[in-house]
Structure formats: C-alpha cells, structure tokens
C-alpha cells in the first residue's frame, strides 16, 4: 500500500508552461524526498526537505514541504524538454531507514 | 568516485524457479537497500542491510532473502518466483545505517521478467 498519493499521475506540456505536482499522505515523515526517474535507470535525488514549510529552490525547480509534515509541491517554470521523466516523492519514516514512495507523476514536455 | 552499480540488467525466468541479483555500493556507502518497483508503481521497500546484517525489511514474504558482503556489495536472492515478481529491482546505498536525513544513491535496476 502507497501512504503517499501523488498527483496528477500523468501530465504533457509544452515546453515553456509551468506545473505543479503534489504528493499528499495522511502520515507525518521526518522528512520528504523527490526524486525524478527515466527509462531503464533508477531514481535520483533532486531534494530533500525536512522543516515543514520548508521551500527549497534548484535553478527552475521549486519544492515545499507542508506545514504539518504530511505533504510537498513540486513545482516547475518554463518546463524544457529535458525536465521529462518519472517524478516520486518518498517519505522517510521516523526510523529513518526506509523510503516510502509514491505511484509517481510522469510528466511529458514537448519542444 | 564509481556509482552503484547492479548486474544483471535484464533476466528472464520461469515461474517457480530461484534468481540472485547483485549491487556494488558507492564508494564508501555502507549500508545497501534493496526496491522492488513494479510496471507503473513507485519503488516498494524489501529490506537493508548494514554490516552484513539485515536490520530492516519491507512487507515481502521470507523467499526474498539477501547477503552483505565485507565489501559492502550485496545480493537478493528470490525463490520459487512467481509471476507477480516480474518489476525492476532497485538497489540504493548510502553511507549510514538510519537515522533522519540521508542522501540515498540508487543503481540503474535489474529488470526481471519471470514467465
């Protein structure tokens, strides 16, 4: 079972548009992680954000971890065709060694 | 500085029978997780390990069992595999064994098919 629910599961954009992805959980996390995937190769660490209300900018990059613990944003400007890929967000659980992911946002962007 | 890295990359098997994985750690990671990421779902934790012990596990029945070498790389081992096995496994080191916030580096998966 997914504790995290991730939304929307698929979104195709143009390049230039912004978006904005959620990652919802009824749990709290000591912390929350996203991570973007593409094809034939394993996750990688965009951030990881720990206080909540957190916001934490990389280049177009924008991620929040909400006040309560329990939910984050992603959000995306002027998207480029590069930003394609599979995006989970994972929770980290008070003990602090496993991930907890969700189903993921495949977001696709066209030139 | 030499990434996580896992063989094989793909593998097919028929049902019932036994597979081994493995993954090199990180440079200086020593403690190994194990994924098991099915077709169109998030990564789901099997279990870690750390000084060649495991010292916590997912909700994944006893067949799927591993091993930590002295060296840090591991295996996962599965057996009499079902169909519903079939996913991408992921390993990810990192360099402790628990504890709030950890940089975790995934390899590029094994993808198992299993008919």
């Known amino acids: 079972t997914q504790l995290l629910e991730q939304s929307p599961q698929f979104l195709s954009i143009q390049e230039g548009e912004n978006l904005t992805v959620y990652c919802n959980s009824s749990?709290?996390?000591?912390?929350l992680q996203w991570y973007r995937q593409e094809p034939g190769e394993g996750p990688v660490l965009l951030v990881t954000v720990v206080t909540g209300g957190e916001v934490k900018k990389l280049k177009r990059l924008t991620f929040q971890f909400g006040d309560a613990r329990k939910d984050s944003s992603l959000h995306i400007t002027a998207a480029q065709p590069g930003d394609t890929g599979l995006y989970l967000c994972?929770?980290?659980?008070?003990?602090?060694?496993?991930?907890?992911f969700g189903k993921g946002t495949s977001l696709l962007v066209t030139p | 500085e030499t990434g996580v890295t896992q063989s094989p990359t793909h593998l097919i098997k028929t049902r019932g029978q036994q597979v081994t994985l493995r993954c090199s750690s990180q440079s200086g990671h020593n403690t190994v997780s194990w994924y098991q990421q099915a077709l169109g779902q998030g990564p789901q934790f099997i279990f870690q390990?750390?000084?060649?012990?495991?010292?916590g596990r997912g909700n994944f029945p006893p067949r799927f069992s591993g091993l930590q070498f002295p060296n840090y790389s591991s295996e996962l081992n599965v057996n009499a595999l079902e169909l519903d096995d079939s996913a991408l496994y992921l390993c990810?080191?990192?360099?402790?064994?628990?504890?709030?916030?950890?940089?975790?580096?995934f390899g590029p998966g094994t993808r198992l098919t299993v008919t």
């Open positions: 994972a929770g980290v659980e008070n003990s602090g060694y496993a991930l907890n």
């Open positions: 749990s709290v996390f000591s912390s």
């Open positions: 390990y750390y000084r060649e012990e495991e010292n």
């Open positions: 990810a080191s990192r360099p402790g064994p628990s504890g709030g916030v950890y940089e975790q580096y």
